[in-house]
């Protein structure tokens, strides 16, 4: 397996403009996270899914983020309209179990710069 | 106050020294997460507790649940082990997977 993927590595764009991140999980995994990371606020969840569907999106900062997850093969997060203090590394993970332990893995990150 | 609290927050240490991380957490936990993140890199978990005591190389991880505790170890480092070590725990109750992270230890290990 090659791993959670995610796209683009790198994005930088201009204040206002609608940015989509993208993450494949793992095969079989039927659990889907997207964390964004800051220097200031370290690892923060933003939204998870069980089974494709949205179980805890309170960490979603405002109504410009939205995500989705048509498939158990691939989830997007959308910012609309992106802001400078969007600027960050966002991470999507997947694991296998809802309520039981599997281990996570975590896609390369997509480095967000907002201009 | 952080539910999950690592010390130390930065550490440098000589190449070939003996280095503990420790994490600290106040929720009931399931399980338990070591992650480690090189510079500009992504996040690689290392292991996953819950309970006593996993090994891999020179990384052997601890957790004692009743002090809610666990440190990271490594042995004879090696300057390549520079990184960001992270703790995270997934809460027993109220979560289908959801992880807390910790704030991160960045170690640099000199030559």
């Known amino acids: 397996d090659a791993g959670v993927i995610q796209s683009p590595r790198h994005e930088v764009t201009e204040m206002g403009q609608e940015v989509t991140l993208r993450c494949k999980p793992i095969?079989?995994?039927?659990?889907l996270f997207w964390y964004r990371q800051t220097m200031m606020r370290g690892l923060e969840l933003l939204i998870y899914f069980n089974n494709n569907v949205p179980i805890d999106d309170s960490g979603m900062p405002e109504d410009r983020f939205s995500a989705k997850m048509p498939n158990a093969s691939f989830s997007t997060l959308k910012i609309q309209p992106s802001e400078p203090r969007d600027s960050a590394v966002y991470f999507c993970?997947?694991?296998?179990?809802?309520?039981?332990?599997?281990?996570?893995?975590f896609g390369s990150g997509t480095r967000l710069t907002v201009v | 106050k952080n539910e999950v609290e690592q010390s130390p927050q930065n550490l440098t240490a000589q190449e070939g020294e003996f280095i503990t991380i420790n994490c600290s957490y106040s929720v009931g936990i399931s399980a338990l997460h070591w992650l480690q993140q090189h510079p500009g890199g992504g996040i690689v978990s290392l292991f996953m507790?819950?309970?006593g005591k996993k090994k891999h190389g020179r990384l052997i991880a601890t957790i004692n649940i009743q002090e809610k505790h666990s440190s990271l170890h490594i042995t004879a480092s090696h300057p390549r082990d520079s990184a960001v070590y992270i703790c995270a725990v997934r809460a027993a109750v109220g979560s289908q997977g959801n992880l807390i992270f910790g704030k991160g230890t960045k170690l640099s290990v000199k030559p």
């Open positions: 095969s079989g995994h039927n659990s």
């Open positions: 993970a997947s694991s296998l179990g809802g309520q039981r332990n599997y281990g996570y893995t």
């Open positions: 507790l819950s309970s």
